[in-house]
T-cell receptor, first 114, second 113 residues
């Protein structure tokens, strides 16, 4: 079945530090991959996505590359800000009837200190 | 553009009581999802609709949970009777199609005492 494994947190960084949040997946077929973010007191919202192998999704300084050879979609940012403090979720969408239960990662709590 | 609307935002009930959640998706979105999110976990899919048809309900505990999406727009998720383990945040999301990005509502926080 389809599933994602996301690195456990929480992650605590100082402002301007480099961020990596690991995400690996197991899937049949050719899924699309997403990162969603949940800021304090708000609902989940899309951060970025990639729909095929070698695609790079980017938004707000965050990037993630769809790596089929390593079945990974790691989230990176070169210089984090206090406003990036949030919970980040990796998500796999294979569509059809192969959606599966574990297609969201467990979430990684990021806290950025000034 | 209005986002996904959910109500109520909070609900506290005693075990064995029924409860219902309502969701109004973004206009024009054919796919609607109900998720359950436990504290410190990611969302877990309960049911997915394509228009008015439930196309993936394998994770829905059918002995106590039911859902409907009449006319392919609004949707209701019901639990009867509720158990202590049902305490969670229930999220509704919608998308243009099942392969597109999802737009989430604010969720309903259910506490069963």
């Amino acid at each position: 079945g389809n599933s994602v494994t996301q690195m456990e947190g929480p992650v605590t960084l100082s402002e301007e530090a480099f961020l990596t949040i690991n995400c690996t997946y197991t899937a049949t077929g050719y899924p699309s991959l997403f990162w969603y973010v949940q800021y304090p007191g708000e609902g989940l919202q899309l951060l970025l996505k990639a729909t095929k192998a070698d695609d790079k999704g980017s938004n707000k300084g965050f990037e993630a590359t769809y790596r089929k050879e390593t079945t990974s979609f790691h989230l990176e940012k070169g210089s984090v800000q206090v406003s990036d403090s949030a919970v980040y979720f990796c998500h796999l969408n294979a569509g059809g009837t192969s959606y599966g239960k574990l297609t969201f990662g467990q979430g990684t709590i990021l806290t950025v200190h000034p | 553009e209005a986002g996904v609307v959910q109500s109520p935002r909070y609900k506290i009930i005693e075990k064995k009581q029924p409860v219902a959640f309502w969701c109004n998706p973004i206009s024009g979105h054919n796919t609607l999802y109900w998720y359950r999110q436990n504290l410190g976990q990611g969302p877990e899919l309960l049911i997915r609709y394509e228009n008015e048809e439930a196309v993936d309900d394998s994770q829905l505990p059918k002995d106590r949970f039911s859902a409907e999406r009449l006319k392919g727009v609004d949707s209701t998720l019901k639990i009867q009777p509720a158990e202590l383990g049902d305490s969670a945040v229930y999220l509704c999301a919608s998308s243009l199609s099942s392969l597109d990005e999802q737009y989430f509502g604010p969720g309903t926080r259910l506490t069963v005492t």
